[in-house]
């Protein structure tokens, strides 16, 4: 028996639903970077810096973990009950509704019992924002053919890089208007991006009888292809040692490199400079991925991306760091277009939502990795 093909290469991305994703997506970097600039203050404020090394280790291990479980269960409701929303709203409506008590427990003020209240609500924010994310992102095979999902993923980054080059801007905004009203907000922002995409994704699936099978999904399926479990994870933690190299490491050694052009500037200026150069090269050079192959390319930017890195590291002086900046923000962007569609494609069709978890395991492992030592 042969597998019916999936769309031609004519299928169009469906916009709404890839911009409401994208918007879903850019909800939870503000998110995360309201996270990381609240939890050390919270932290000092309610003393418990004495355990913010477990919570780092829990922290690794949480995002380690639940994405391929969160895989597995929108898998399981994707092929019995026709589509993998309810794991994604299910995610969304606990993260939104953590995002809600940890801002009643600042505003009240808790005393020297309910203020342990406070680590547990940050473990459940970290599972719930990965119980959503990965199938979230998944559903981009949805409604967006398999020949053009470089592009999509293009304009994900572009979201994701953009938002990340504001996060000072962000971050003075959220420490004007305060830690409870910031996860207020947060609260209410996710709920409402992850319900636009819940809505328009719905509105897709009524043209196929309220199920995943739309018009660039085979209506039947027979796949025999093994999922390259290994790969997939080897594609993800590529990804987030560049993304971890660039946000933890990166401003210390343009600190020392680069401290007579930065002339007492922060070098997170860099940083930004990198993100907003990854977003303008976005599109461009996902029409390279498109043409060369995305396995191509990601050996490519791979080798690109560590031999820069690895320069930085070695070799001295402010041209050839400036340079291979330049290569690593070109490398970085090719990774970061081509990496997750490729997992994809070397996942079964009926494990999609579990390798994207994988992915993701993977894109969590160094920053995790790096954290706890940093803590320690």
């Not at 916009?15 to 409401?20: G, H, R, T």
């Not at 355990?51 to 895989?71: E, R």
């Not at 092929?79 to 995002?99: D, E, Q, W």
């Not at 997170?268 to 029409?287: D, N, Q």
């Amino acid at each position: 028996m042969e597998a019916i093909s999936v769309a031609s290469k004519e299928s169009p991305i469906q916009w709404k639903q890839l911009w409401s994703l994208a918007a879903l997506y850019g909800s939870v970097v503000i998110g995360w970077i309201a996270y990381q600039n609240y939890q050390p203050k919270l932290l000092e404020q309610f003393q418990f810096k004495d355990y913010t090394f477990l919570l780092a280790v829990a922290q690794g291990i949480i995002l380690v973990i639940t994405p391929p479980l969160a895989g597995r269960m929108g898998d399981k409701y994707r092929l019995k009950n026709g589509h993998r929303l309810p794991i994604i709203t299910a995610g969304m409506s606990f993260a939104a509704m953590v995002f809600m008590a940890v801002a009643f427990t600042l505003l009240t003020n808790p005393g020297e019992i309910f203020k342990w209240v406070l680590p547990v609500l940050i473990v459940f924010w970290l599972i719930s924002m990965s119980i959503f994310t990965s199938p979230a992102l998944s559903t981009m095979e949805l409604f967006t053919p398999a020949d053009k999902l470089p592009r999509a993923m293009a304009i994900i980054t572009i979201v994701a890089n953009l938002i990340y080059s504001l996060e000072p801007v962000i971050v003075d905004i959220i420490d004007y208007i305060g830690a409870p009203l910031t996860f207020i907000s947060g609260g209410v922002v996710v709920f409402i991006s992850g319900l636009a995409l819940k809505r328009n994704s719905l509105g897709l699936f009524k043209q196929t009888d309220n199920k995943e099978n739309a018009q660039h999904q085979p209506k039947f399926v027979l796949d025999t292809q093994k999922s390259s479990y290994g790969f997939i994870f080897f594609l993800g933690t590529a990804l987030g040692l560049g993304t971890t190299v660039m946000f933890n490491i990166f401003p210390e050694l343009y600190k020392v490199q680069l401290g007579t052009i930065l002339n007492g500037s922060s070098p997170k200026l860099v940083i930004m400079g990198i993100l907003i150069l990854s977003a303008m090269l976005s599109l461009p050079i996902s029409s390279l991925v498109n043409k060369y192959g995305m396995i191509r390319c990601m050996w490519i930017s791979l080798a690109f991306l560590m031999v820069s890195m690895g320069a930085m590291f070695v070799v001295s002086g402010v041209g050839v760091v400036i340079t291979m900046t330049v290569i690593f923000s070109v490398a970085f962007t090719a990774l970061s277009v081509s990496s997750l569609p490729l997992a994809m494609s070397q996942s079964n069709y009926y494990e999609k939502v579990f390798c994207v978890g994988i992915f993701f395991s993977g894109v969590a492992l160094p920053d995790g990795i790096l954290s706890a030592i940093q803590v320690f």
